[in-house]
């Protein structure tokens, strides 16, 4: 009998472990989430970019809870709206934490999220609009700051008021009268802009009852990082001087084709990285490509140097510096004149560079074994049948064969003697017939004749 109860009490604790385990395993699995992600730089289209990734982020992974670590003195109004209106639509509860300085375009930032903590010594406010020169923004500006810092704080339960005379000197304000709006910690405290001090995110998870929580802390990609590499104003600089190179050696050597695809690469590596971080607008980049578009109409169809060549360049240059400043559409009142300086001391840069290098490396490359290859550079002596275009004046009005593909340069049979010749217009297949319309001091130039039905 004893033996039989201890069997069936054995039974039942393991029946209870049964239904235990799952019931652990599942506690758990119920374990909130939180993902972190810290903003402490300028708010820029880098900014506003790294936001929505991170954001893109917590709703793959499932997560119950945002929390952002923000210290920044401002930034880009128009990338500050766009990152205020994630964070307003966000399903999710989002959280900031103030470590030190929120700022202008962060007060925004921070009046959009939950819940507000700093770190004590911290602030919050100072959220004046200004221009390039850092004086105060046109009025309009200040207007539609105002109002959304006022809808903003509106929407989660904060005094508009308040938020208002952070933008503009208020009479009436409680704190300020006369001077723009900003908040110590203890003041925003008692004025309900801020549910708590802590002096760490782990502090901030603890008055959230979140010290038990799973962290997931937001890092860049991989293909993010490659993208950051490539912004790096050396490297920049390095994509310049290819782009700028060569456009060079394609204009010098018409035909070759590598040049121009080497500097199209180089452009796309120069542009993708400022586009996918919100610099580089759609109509900049069709700019580039009008620009490339002209050159390489300059190069295979149109005969000589002219407006085409000239204008391609021209949009080119300009486009690469207006990739790298966040203007809107060539209204240059936010951007900094050091952020336009850099910009463009980083295209001439890349231009003297380029052409620096072309200087040194020109003869080198032209005997080179590859460009023997794709570059006519052998001497033709009379007695082997050749005779110089400067002599050959007798030969404008006659007719020949094509003896190579003109691409546009080539050679032309007429009379059973070589000639050195160029098309007037595009490409000239071998075999076909042309007439020479005129003459320079290297090569004919020839235009293809249609043949008669």
Known sequence: MEIYLKLRHLILYTLLLCLLLPLSAAAQQAKPKVLLMEVKSEIDPRTNRYVELALEEATAQEVDHVLLELDTFGGALNDADEIRTRLLEYPKP????????????GALISLACDSIYMAPGANIGAATVVGADGEAAP???????????????????????????????????????????????????????????????????EQLNLQDAEIIRYELSTTDNIISFFLNPFISGILLLIIVGGLYFELQTPGVGFPLMAAIVAGVLYLVPYYLNGLAENW???????GIILILLEV???????????????????????????NQMFDFTFVPSENLMRSMISVVAGMVGAAVVIALTWNRLLNSRSMQHVVLNNTFHSK???????????????????????????????DDVMYDAQARDGFIE????????????????VKKIEPVV
């Open 139 to 205: 009025g309009k500006y200040q207007s539609y700051m105002r109002s959304i810092m006022r809808s903003t704080a509106e929407a989660n339960g904060r005094n508009p008021h308040m938020a208002e005379a952070m933008v503009e000197a208020s009479v009436d304000s409680t704190l300020s009268a006369g001077q723009v709006l900003s908040l110590t910690t203890s003041e925003a405290i008692k004025y309900g802009f801020c549910e708590g001090t802590a002096t760490n995110v782990a502090g901030v998870l």
């Open 430 to 445: 071998k075999g076909d017939t042309v007439q020479v319309i005129d003459q320079s001091t290297f090569a004919l130039r």
């Open 300 to 326: 295979f169809v149109i005969p000589g140097f002219g407006i085409a060549g000239i204008s391609g360049i021209a949009l080119t240059v300009v486009s690469l510096v207006l990739v790298m400043v966040n």
């Open 94 to 105: 989002v959280y900031v934490f103030i470590n030190k300085d929120a700022a202008s375009a």
């Open 384 to 414: 082997e049948g050749y005779r110089s275009a400067n002599t050959a004046e007798h030969l404008i009005g006659k007719t020949g064969i094509a003896h190579t593909r003109m691409t546009p340069s080539g050679r032309v049979m007429i």
């Open 284 to 290: 900049e980049i069709l700019m580039f490509v009008a």
